[in-house]
């Protein structure tokens, strides 16, 4: 007998999701020294780590204990940080696992879950993981909703309804008359605010108003916590204490909740880094818009997908990448002709821009 036929069908088939290569190993296949990546391709934040956050860490003495189950301290922080009442806020290992237990609490195999596409991929990994089917309800041309496609798409076997708002990778924010014509369909909304420090709007406070609103958020983006693993959850009580019940118990790693605190001691330190990204995003779209050969979108995220008007996105990638300039680009017949690309430093700005202006170059003598 193969063991492998005692996998689970809706595991057996599961494509690996294509998560972002580390340093060493893309300057191992690129054939360039580590120093010389510059990571446009993770929306990760550019100033890093600050010094007292890693002070915080270094100093800490009771990792010999397990992490407070409930992340008390951490939520008590988020309830100042949000406005909202901590029992209504869910801690996890990156807004990644909220996203699994949402499925674990909502979604048996066999039933949907409704994603507008083109968005962050997780949703649909993670459907797949959890044997349940996509209703794909394609976005228009300009990234936004398509509401009546997607109220006609709201049969009952769909579950929960993912919006990326800003939409990774496309930066527009969703309207809040949209969340809530599904809200009042009576479907569990996911709203994943990954980005809303980059983009300041939020639908949190109708958590409060709705029994079937979710709001995720994480600190990986505008608070350099990637690595540690830091995201949550606004819910109703009722889905809070439901998700607390079926949750692993140790789910928030010490460490993450040590930097956390330091992130909260440091927020004058955060908001000035965001306040850089958000002008920097600016200035790149500007730069990028004098490329005739690319036209990016305006985005409320820390990064710009940008549409590759000639020579194709996988050339452009190549370019960047031979310099050790890394973007994203995607495989799916949507963004074909897209790449998205993290808002960096001014200095990184710069040099993407030196890169990007010898290939405009060379396409223009190609052209005349
Ligand atoms: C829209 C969106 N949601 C969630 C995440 C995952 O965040 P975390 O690192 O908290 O798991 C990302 C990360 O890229 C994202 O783009």
């Known amino acids: 007998m193969d063991p492998r036929d005692l996998l689970r069908p809706s595991v057996a088939n599961v494509e690996r999701y294509r998560a972002i290569e580390p340093i060493e190993a893309a300057a191992a296949r690129r054939g360039i020294s580590p120093d010389r990546i510059l990571r446009l391709n993770a929306n990760e934040n550019p100033y ?21 189950p409930e992340s008390r301290e951490i939520r008590a922080l988020l309830a100042g940080y949000t406005g909202m009442d901590a029992r209504r806020i869910i801690v996890g290992n990156g807004s990644d696992e909220i996203i699994d237990l949402l499925f674990w609490l909502f979604v048996a195999p066999g039933e949907s879950v409704m994603i507008p596409t083109p968005t962050f991929g997780m949703y649909e990994a993670r459907a797949a993981v959890f044997g349940a089917a996509v209703r794909a309800v394609p976005r228009r041309p300009d990234f936004s909703l398509d509401s009546d496609a997607m109220e006609a798409a709201l049969t009952p076997d769909v579950k929960l309804v993912f919006l990326a708002s800003p939409n990774n990778p496309s930066g527009n924010l969703c309207r809040e ?19 809303f420090e980059f983009s300041g709007r939020t639908v949190a406070p109708l958590v409060g108003e709705f029994d079937n609103l979710v709001v995720l958020r994480t600190f990986s983006k505008w608070a350099g916590l990637a690595g540690l693993r830091v995201g949550y959850g606004l819910m109703p009580r009722w889905m809070a204490d439901e998700a607390r019940r079926i949750k692993q118990p140790y789910n928030v790693n010490v460490a993450a909740q040590v930097a956390v605190r330091a992130v909260f001691d440091e927020m004058a330190y ?18 990028l818009r004098k490329l005739n050969f690319l036209k990016p979108l305006e985005s409320k995220a820390n990064y710009l997908l940008v549409h590759v008007l000639h020579g194709g996105s ?25 790449v998205r690309i993290s808002v960096g430093r001014p200095e990184d700005t710069d040099r993407l821009m030196r890169r990007l202006t010898v290939l405009a170059q060379r396409y223009a003598r190609e052209m005349s």
Do not use: C, K, N
């Open 177 to 195: 008359r949209e969340i809530v014509r599904l809200l009042r369909r009576g479907v569990i909304v996911v709203v994943d605010e990954a980005y």
């Open 270 to 287: 955060f908001r000035s880094t965001i306040r850089r990204i958000r002008l920097e995003r600016l200035r790149m779209y500007r730069a």
């Open 48 to 68: 890093g780590t600050p010094l007292r956050v890693q002070e915080a860490l270094a100093s800490f003495d009771q990792y010999h204990l397990y992490p407070d």
């Open 314 to 338: 996988a050339a452009l990638q190549d370019w960047l990448e031979e310099d050790g300039i890394f973007v994203r680009r995607y495989s799916s017949p949507d963004l074909a002709d897209y």
